[in-house]
């Protein structure tokens, strides 16, 4: 999968702490963006964000975009309702190969791997042979998989991302998903460092596991990765749900 | 698929007509409800929803269970964000059999049917290998497609129906979501007469069309068929759009 | 303040219960929905509440009709944008009184309510005048105070309602909200115990104050007060706070 | 009033438009983010945007700072939900002086001004009196006027601004929200001036008044005024209400 930030806020930060100050003084928001100070400013924007005070970074968005998850992802993802999405159409697009995701556990395998490559094959082959058929596309689409790679724009503003953080960022969260959060958490700490610096599943955020029977149990190695989290830490990430 | 209202505010047109008094007079609510003459308070909320007025008519709910649509259908429905839904996981069930949805064109020839079949087939006894393998449910159901069955719960209010309605009765949505939003359409008229009076795809609601040169060409039909709508017109409406 | 719940989802622990199973099984909703077991399903429910996962409980609906709050406490019920509101307008009705609410601690002071109750004399007197004067209602009530009182219908589904009480039954909330909160809480423990057993301030719902440094430093206090609520606990929770 | 933009998603028109792309064609928003040919995508946006398909314009999302508007004016405001909002508490606030906005038709005429000042000048000496007798502030501004001044940060992304100027800049709106959405349209209209091409009150945006016996009757007069909107025009925008 490839995510990429290709747009945001400018000055996230700022425009957050700038709504905070509003809230509990007399001077008003056009007057304090001109005369910000960001050193007190982040200082009130790590206060508030700790507090759980989160209606103020609603006003930071950010858009991504993501080429090549799944269907099966994709319609896990848009779930998520507080949120806009635009995504590529199986009805108007005629595809002219199948493109697929294939899960690791079915990789690391050679007797799955093959059952699943020759299933996307027979697939593939279903599809162009209905398209040549006649059948219309949006029809034809019936025989495609999960599997199938799919791309999407995504905005989400920071209150939100935290949420989704918590959730799919979590080892509980399919591994498809888990990446995907894990890849965007990555893009949005370079811009909003202080919004996001403790962001990531819920227990990061939490400072305890709330899932229950049901946690992972790994509850130190987890908080120790969000520690710092960079570019090349996606496959130890990916790495600790197994 | 089966479509059936499972739940619902009680006496709907009631409480939206009683909300409606709320906004423009001295008494109470709590008053109106209480001393409420049917006969006045349908007149009030048939011009409030004819004049577009829709927030009043947000207090009532409507709950449907929806059994056997497919995963291309439930996708396009999701994203419908002003909705509640639960829907049966593929993550978490382990599947016996296989089934899914045909589109009519596939079905109606013998050639694509064969084709699709067998295909479905194919899938069926991949999915079953990789989980004898050991694959878990969630990455074996990569192999399922847009096809397979689903089941879902949604929750919609009367606006958000009226707006969904616009959008799905539509003969250019696609059939399968037509067929829902059509037999949900059904459903909520038996219960909700007033409010759904005029409900229908865009064309029916406005009183043309805004598709522009998109449009169906079939205004006339489109209108007539949506003037008195029962079940037994399921099987009409879906030919309106071939 | 009047707090009358007017309508509600049928059986809506049934409803929440049967979302609940459509999500880990291959039985579909309607059928469940038919052969529910109230004893399973509520144990299935309080699980899912339990740890969180709030969702399944969006299908249960609450419609409230509330009357004589002030203006102040409107103003901030309305910032809970997922919910639905219809609420008395002050363009378009034009008042023969000033009807208003006194806050308590300005009522146990002869000196402040004898400040209080003048002012508002004089308001409704400036309103009058304005109107006489030929000034549009609209524009007259820019003299009408935070303490006007008005009605207002509220729609929640459940888990709006669990993040409602959240924040409002807290000590740190206004008292008005708060008294609304608790009243509405009251209302909805009744028909749905189960989904509600364990709402409250989120000190009650978490187990544990997360306001850091500005906690009411009342835990206990408070866990105690929301063990067993009744209408005649109003004022005991109303006194909580101060 | 004072209306600002502080913050907008940077090149609107270019998210959106590769938004659009990314729904019908096979390359992804990545991709066509970098070989972006701002005369074709701005092809689309516009039809996209003329069928009213206002889901892709979403992406772009835009932040206002806006000081001295009445609180009566912000009560309104908040009821759009699809929002972010900021506002300057009175709870937390402890005022030195009462500014506050005085209605048109109220300063046009030297009695009616006489009574709404002396109004106002008796509402802050009795706040003044309250806080000075050891009220709260948040009680203390149960006086306080709907006319009293507040400030407040706004984020909405594009399609819910689109829906807010119908509603807002329609001449049935309240003159003081009419005059907001206004600056805020001239605002948007800088930057994003294809999205907002069309952009004004529904008789504007659908080229029809959908108003029936509520209509204003200024249809030609209303679209004339918003072919060409300037800072300047403001004035002549709040005079077509009168």
């Known amino acids: 999968m490839r995510v990429k930030l290709i747009a945001y806020t400018p000055e996230p930060e700022k425009v957050c702490a700038v709504s905070a100050y509003t809230s ?7 007057d304090r963006f001109e005369e910000y100070d960001s050193k007190k400013g982040e200082k009130v924007l790590r206060h508030v964000v700790g507090y759980g005070h989160h209606s103020v970074i609603e006003h930071a ?5 993501v080429e090549g998850i799944s269907r099966a992802c994709s319609h896990q993802l848009v779930r998520h309702r507080l949120a806009s999405y635009t ?4 009805r108007y697009v005629k595809f002219k190969d199948l493109d697929y995701v ?3 556990k079915i990789e690391a395998n050679k007797g799955t791997k093959e059952i ?3 299933t996307m094959k027979q697939l593939a082959d279903a599809y162009q042979k209905l398209i040549d058929l006649g059948i219309p596309p949006e029809d034809a689409r019936y025989v495609f998989p999960n599997a199938a790679k799919t791309n999407i724009v995504i905005t989400m503003n920071a209150r939100e991302l935290l ?13 498809e998903i888990r990446e995907l ?8 700490k370079k811009v909003a460092p202080v919004i996001f610096e403790k962001a990531g599943p819920s227990c990061v955020q939490l400072g305890y596991c709330p899932e229950g029977k049901f946690t992972c149990g790994k509850f130190k190695e987890v908080v120790d990765a969000y520690k710092s989290l960079e570019e090349d830490d996606i496959e130890k990430l990916s790495k600790l749900g197994d």
């Open 181 to 188: 959060a894990n890849r965007m958490l990555i893009e949005v």
């Open 61 to 65: 968005s950010f858009t991504f975009a």
């Open 116 to 118: 699943f490559d020759n």
């Open 24 to 30: 509990i003084s007399e001077k008003g928001p056009a």
């Open 163 to 175: 949420h989704f953080f918590k959730l799919r960022c979590c080892l509980r969260a399919q591994w």
């Open 87 to 90: 995504q590529q159409s199986q």
């Open 102 to 104: 294939t899960p690791a």
